[in-house]
């Protein structure tokens, strides 16, 4: 599963900003809260993000505890928590890791510090090797302030009185030395709370001003670029006007040029000399020559094909004249045939009946 959203938890603007600049920059979705309690709510009303980075000292719940809430609800306590803080103690950082901070990203963060913590965190994700939530024990231990000074969750210190019985209480034997240790703990760290409100109210105040006159800025750059540009361009529509007129004329002129040139070389060169027609007339009465001869030898082969087919139609004819006559004649001659046969035989019975009648 690839690092795609963060929750960053800072109560200075400047830097939630410095820190969403880095991680915008590796294409990472962030949602911010300015402080732990409003980290919290988030987490309660909107879906889980990929890791949480967690300012250390903020006013109200800081780092620590705010890290102890998320670790201790079941729905929040897998979620990798890196913690952002200027203190760079080793016993600091191993107690952080106890009570279930993934990281330390010492601030103010750098991109290459950013990009080798997010790289081991996509690693371990991807392995499955995140480390599992911390016990509820490890949650209720004391809280290392990274001075050294280890202090009750409560911050109290329980005094009592050696019972009747001379037995010993369990109050906490206070020695000068502790007392001294303590408070100077305690001052220390009201001081750099103190301090730590003063600089990121001093920040946030620069921030917005330096942010305001950047957009006033911008405007005014935005307002100026485009007056230039709308000079720019009515310059370059006027140049342009001129330059089209003077680039028109100067087509006009250099065409006018090329056909006055092609003018007087046509009028030099053009018409037709002596030579030329004496030459064209040459070529006609050879042409006519040519043409006489071809017309005359194509008459003489029309005329004697001519010939020929009359004798052949001639002949023809002729040749068909001569068979309808011998037909007709051999008609004629079997016609006469058969009447004289008919003739005969008619005879030739009249002879029998007669010769039966007279002998009979």
């Not at 998320?70 to 203190?87: F, H, L, R, V």
């Not at 028109?248 to 006055?260: C, G, M, Q, T, Y």
């Amino acid at each position: 599963m690839a690092i795609k959203n963060a929750l960053l938890v800072d109560d200075s603007k400047v830097a939630r900003f410095a820190l969403s600049k880095l991680l915008e920059s590796r294409e990472m979705e962030v949602n911010m809260a300015g402080s732990a309690e409003e980290a919290l709510d988030y987490l309660n009303n909107n879906d889980r993000p990929d890791v949480i980075f967690m300012d250390h000292l903020m006013p109200g719940m800081n780092g620590v505890e705010a890290t102890k809430a998320i670790k201790g609800n079941p729905d929040t306590a897998g979620i990798p928590i890196i913690m952002c803080t200027s203190k760079k103690s080793q016993t600091f950082m191993e107690e952080a890791r106890n009570f279930g901070v993934y990281n330390i990203l010492t601030k103010p963060p750098q991109d290459d510090g950013l990009a080798s913590v997010l790289d081991q965190l996509a690693n371990d994700v991807q392995g499955g090797t995140l480390p599992e939530a911390p016990s509820l024990s490890a949650l209720e231990g004391p809280i290392n302030d990274g001075d050294g000074v280890q202090l009750p969750n409560d911050s109290v210190l329980d005094i009592e009185a050696k019972s009747a019985s001379g037995s010993a209480g369990t109050a906490i034997p206070l020695t000068s030395e502790l007392i001294e240790q303590i408070a100077r703990s305690a001052v220390k760290t009201h001081i750099n709370n103190r301090l730590h409100e003063l600089l990121s109210s001093l920040f946030d105040e620069q921030f917005d001003h330096l942010k305001r006159a950047l957009d006033e800025a911008g405007k005014k750059h935005d307002a100026l670029l485009e007056q230039r540009l709308d000079a720019v361009e009515n310059l370059v529509e006027q140049r342009t006007l001129h330059l089209r007129d003077d680039v028109a004329a100067e087509v006009n002129l250099s065409l006018s040029r090329e056909l006055a040139d092609l003018k007087r070389d046509l009028s030099g060169k053009g018409g037709f000399t002596g030579e030329h027609l004496a030459e064209l007339k040459d070529h006609i009465t050879s042409v006519q020559t040519i043409d006489t001869e071809f017309w005359q030898t194509l008459q003489s082969e029309a005329i004697q094909q001519a010939h020929e087919i009359s004798r052949e139609t001639a002949e023809d004819i002729a040749q068909r004249t001569i068979d309808l006559y011998v037909s007709q004649q051999r008609a004629a001659t079997s016609r006469l045939y058969t009447v004289g046969l008919a003739v005969s035989l008619s005879v030739f019975t009249l002879g029998i009946a007669w010769l039966s009648g007279l002998f009979g």
